[in-house]
């Protein structure tokens, strides 16, 4: 078998495989379906410093080649997090990262001072979501922004800081430069991009906060595109997603330069895609005679 191992920012993972945050709950919802020990990383769902209820419903609504969300991130808050999520994660041999996210740059300040004392393995900023802003603007849309919530994140932080990025910006190079001078120790994308679906029925938006996160198969040639962009801008790893539902998926990413991917909307409707990429990842680099997998990131130039 090839070596599957990769390293983020110091951190090793047994393979380059992980959920995409917000698709696979903190774990525990789909261990029963998926062997957790067999994935690189947990990406557990955004945490606040506080409950959030999320936007009102409907959220959801399916797309072609993809779906569209608007869950507002729903989520319980760090400290029933603290106290059921990462005790049940920590019995798997699997590395934890914990996605944060926050209305205001205390808010995420907050939640990774209450994780800095906690046993989990990276954190993941999230600056991104199309759904929830301030002053009117994703803080992953401004630079400035970004780069002020990195260097806040990263004074207390206890752990390697990823830092997720938008797609919904005219050019995400700028993005990724702007967080790996305030300090981010690595990158992730793309999240979601903006999109808006028409109930022509009832007449009226068929999500009820109007727009979404569009995902799944039919955003993935523009996430390798921005993936390989960043990958070729920034010295720090790149964690690629967006529409991943194979291993010849994954492989486009890490061949554009990501050191590691991320699988969201696959896992809906196939809980095991994960394990099917890690196998056929190994697959591939055993039929190409290839030791690691370490060797074929961003060789495409």
Same mark, same amino acid.
């Given at each position: 078998?090839?070596?599957?191992?990769?390293?983020?920012?110091?951190?090793?993972?047994?393979?380059?495989?992980?959920?995409?945050?917000?698709?696979?709950?903190a774990?525990?919802?789909?261990?029963?379906?998926?062997?957790?020990?067999?994935?690189?990383?947990?990406?557990?769902?955004?945490?606040?410093?506080?409950?959030?209820?999320?936007?009102?419903?409907?959220?959801?609504?399916?797309?072609?080649?993809?779906?569209?969300?608007?869950?507002?991130?729903?989520?319980?808050?760090?400290?029933l997090?603290?106290?059921?999520?990462?005790?049940?994660?920590?019995?798997?041999?699997?590395?934890?990262?914990?996605?944060?996210?926050?209305?205001?740059?205390?808010?995420?300040?907050?939640?990774?001072?209450?994780?800095?004392?906690?046993?989990?393995?990276?954190?993941?900023?999230?600056?991104?979501? *199309?759904?929830?802003?301030?002053?009117?603007?994703?803080?992953?849309?401004?630079?400035k922004?970004?780069?002020?919530?990195?260097?806040?994140?990263?004074?207390?932080?206890k752990?390697?800081?990823?830092?997720?990025?938008?797609?919904?910006?005219?050019?995400?190079?700028?993005?990724?430069?702007?967080?790996?001078?305030?300090?981010?120790?690595?990158?992730?994308?793309?999240?979601?991009?903006?999109?808006?679906k028409?109930?022509?029925?009832?007449?009226?938006?068929?999500?009820?906060?109007?727009?979404?996160?569009?995902?799944?198969?039919?955003?993935?040639?523009?996430?390798?595109?921005? !993936?390989?962009?960043?990958?070729?801008? !920034?010295?720090? *790893?790149?964690?690629?997603?967006?529409?991943?539902?194979?291993?010849?998926?994954?492989?486009?990413?890490?061949?554009?330069?990501?050191?590691?991917?991320?699988?969201?909307?696959?896992?809906?409707?196939? *809980?095991?895609?994960?394990?099917?990429?890690?196998?056929g990842?190994?697959?591939?680099?055993?039929?190409?005679?290839?030791v690691?997998?370490?060797?074929?990131?961003?060789?495409?130039?």
């Amino acid at each position: 078998m090839a070596d599957l191992r990769v390293n983020i920012a110091g951190v090793e993972l047994k393979n380059p495989v992980m959920p995409a945050s917000g698709t696979f709950g903190a774990g525990e919802e789909f261990s029963e379906l998926i062997d957790l020990n067999k994935l690189g990383a947990v990406v557990t769902k955004g945490v606040a410093n506080v409950p959030w209820e999320g936007n009102p419903t409907p959220r959801v609504a399916e797309s072609k080649s993809g779906m569209l969300n608007a869950i507002g991130l729903q989520n319980p808050g760090i400290d029933l997090f603290v106290k059921r999520d990462i005790p049940f994660l920590k019995k798997y041999d699997t590395k934890i990262i914990v996605n944060v996210c926050g209305r205001t740059k205390e808010d995420y300040v907050e939640v990774v001072e209450r994780l800095a004392s906690e046993n989990v393995d990276m954190l993941e900023i999230n600056i991104s979501c *199309p759904n929830v802003k301030s002053g009117g603007i994703a803080f992953g849309q401004d630079p400035k922004a970004a780069a002020e919530i990195t260097k806040a994140v990263k004074a207390k932080a206890k752990q390697p800081v990823i830092m997720k990025l938008s797609p919904n910006v005219t050019d995400i190079t700028l993005m990724a430069k702007a967080v790996e001078d305030a300090g981010a120790d690595a990158v992730s994308l793309i999240n979601t991009l903006t999109g808006m679906k028409i109930d022509i029925n009832k007449q009226t938006f068929a999500v009820a906060n109007k727009t979404a996160g569009l995902s799944g198969p039919a955003i993935k040639p523009v996430a390798v595109r921005m !993936v390989y962009q960043v990958a070729n801008a !920034v010295k720090i *790893p790149v964690i690629g997603m967006g529409g991943i539902t194979c291993a010849d998926d994954a492989l486009e990413f890490i061949l554009a330069g990501a050191s590691a991917v991320m699988v969201g909307t696959a896992n809906f409707n196939n *809980p095991l895609t994960m394990e099917e990429v890690i196998e056929g990842i190994n697959t591939y680099l055993d039929a190409k005679n290839i030791v690691s997998v370490k060797d074929i990131i961003g060789i495409v130039k």
